[in-house]
């Protein structure tokens, strides 16, 4: 368990810390709207906590994904990796790592999540096809559900149960993100879309590959996006269980990612011509309702 009582910092300058947050902001602002407008529903330290986590697991992203990048990518994230050991022991410099480090003492923030973050990257190095259900499923635990679990330190619970519905509700958005990127990753290489499960459907790697869009496609990924609603339901019992000011926040965000299955829906499952996506309208419009819920105690979830 955990509270809502945030730790207090006992080492680097108020303005170093400070412009690190800052850095972390911009690099959130620049990389992600979705994230974004539903961060601006926490109070300022939480923000600023979540800030630098998404900076972090930002720059492990871009380590195996900006197609232009030199250097060696599994070095590169073997050097993240001590580096956040070493910002964990205070003894690291560059604003994602003063972040992270003041977020760590506010909030006791574990390490091994953080970590998960970068197994997860690594898979990517090394994995492109997942046979089973199962095997994705390891995946997303790593790259979306361990993310879940350092924002459930930073909101604050009470209930343990907490725990379940947030790695839950982290599987669910990475299976909306697998649905949503197909045509994306598949051009990269890379099908997340468990084999068997194309098998089942009669739909094969090649047809993946060559944006082959037909019945047996559509029944494929509706399949995928009633399982992805499947752990939404039971994701979104974590927010009854957050601290009140601070649920907007994943709820904003799960309701972006349940909205963008039900434009995949709307779209009769062809995820292929189109990427899809909310507007910028529609975020804000959702994320300023759900943070004026969370202020006013008369307006039920």
Same mark, same amino acid.
């Given at each position: 368990?955990?509270?809502?009582?945030?730790?207090?910092?006992?080492?680097?300058?108020?303005?170093?810390?400070?412009?690190?947050?800052?850095?972390?902001?911009?690099?959130?602002?620049?990389?992600?709207?979705?994230?974004?407008?539903?961060?601006?529903?926490?109070?300022?330290?939480?923000?600023?906590?979540?800030?630098?986590?998404?900076?972090?697991?930002?720059?492990?992203?871009?380590?195996?994904? +900006?197609?232009?990048?030199? %250097?060696?990518?599994?070095?590169? *994230? /073997? #050097?993240?990796?001590? $580096?956040? !050991?070493?910002?964990? +022991?205070?003894?690291?410099? %560059?604003?994602?790592?003063?972040? *992270? /480090? #003041?977020?760590?003492? $506010?909030? !006791?923030?574990?390490?091994?999540?953080?970590?998960?973050?970068?197994?997860?990257?690594?898979?990517?190095?090394?994995?492109? $096809?997942?046979?089973?259900?199962?095997?994705?499923?390891?995946?997303?635990?790593?790259?979306?559900?361990?993310?879940?679990?350092?924002?459930?330190?930073?909101?604050?619970?009470?209930?343990?149960?907490?725990?379940?519905?947030?790695?839950?509700?982290?599987?669910?958005?990475?299976?909306?993100?697998?649905?949503?990127?197909?045509?994306?990753?598949?051009?990269?290489?890379?099908?997340?879309?468990?084999?068997?499960?194309?098998?089942?459907?009669?739909?094969?790697?090649?047809?993946?590959?060559?944006?082959?869009?037909?019945?047996?496609?559509?029944?494929?990924?509706?399949?995928?996006?009633?399982?992805?609603?499947?752990?939404?339901?039971?994701?979104?019992?974590?927010?009854?269980?957050?601290?009140?000011?601070?649920?907007?926040?994943?709820?904003?965000?799960?309701?972006?990612?349940?909205?963008?299955?039900?434009?995949?829906?709307?779209?009769?499952?062809?995820?292929?011509?189109?990427?899809?996506?909310?507007?910028?309208?529609?975020?804000?419009?959702?994320?300023?309702?759900?943070?004026?819920?969370?202020?006013?105690?008369?307006?039920?979830?």
């Amino acid at each position: 368990m955990t509270s809502t009582t945030a730790k207090m910092p006992d080492s680097k300058s108020n303005w170093e810390v400070d412009e690190a947050y800052e850095a972390c902001a911009q690099i959130t602002r620049e990389a992600s709207t979705n994230f974004y407008y539903a961060f601006l529903t926490l109070p300022e330290e939480k923000r600023r906590a979540i800030y630098a986590t998404y900076a972090f697991c930002r720059l492990c992203d871009d380590i195996v994904d +900006e197609p232009d990048r030199e %250097g060696d990518p599994a070095a590169e *994230l /073997a #050097d993240v990796r001590v $580096r956040l !050991g070493n910002a964990y +022991e205070g003894n690291e410099s %560059g604003a994602i790592w003063t972040a *992270l /480090a #003041d977020a760590q003492k $506010r909030f !006791g923030i574990g390490h091994s999540n953080y970590a998960a973050v970068i197994e997860g990257c690594e898979m990517d190095l090394t994995q492109t $096809r997942y046979e089973t259900f199962d095997d994705l499923i390891e995946y997303c635990k790593r790259v979306a559900s361990a993310v879940g679990l350092v924002c459930i330190e930073v909101c604050g619970y009470e209930d343990d149960s907490a725990v379940d519905h947030a790695i839950d509700l982290g599987i669910a958005m990475q299976l909306t993100n697998v649905v949503r990127d197909v045509a994306e990753d598949a051009r990269n290489g890379r099908i997340y879309l468990p084999l068997e499960e194309l098998e089942r459907f009669g739909y094969s790697e090649q047809d993946l590959l060559a944006g082959v869009v037909n019945d047996n496609f559509r029944s494929l990924i509706k399949f995928q996006v009633d399982r992805a609603r499947q752990y939404f339901e039971r994701g979104n019992n974590l927010f009854p269980l957050l601290d009140r000011r601070s649920r907007a926040c994943p709820q904003a965000m799960a309701e972006v990612y349940m909205g963008i299955l039900d434009k995949i829906e709307n779209a009769d499952y062809d995820v292929m011509s189109a990427r899809v996506s909310l507007s910028k309208r529609e975020k804000l419009m959702l994320a300023g309702k759900l943070w004026l819920r969370s202020r006013l105690r008369f307006l039920p979830f």
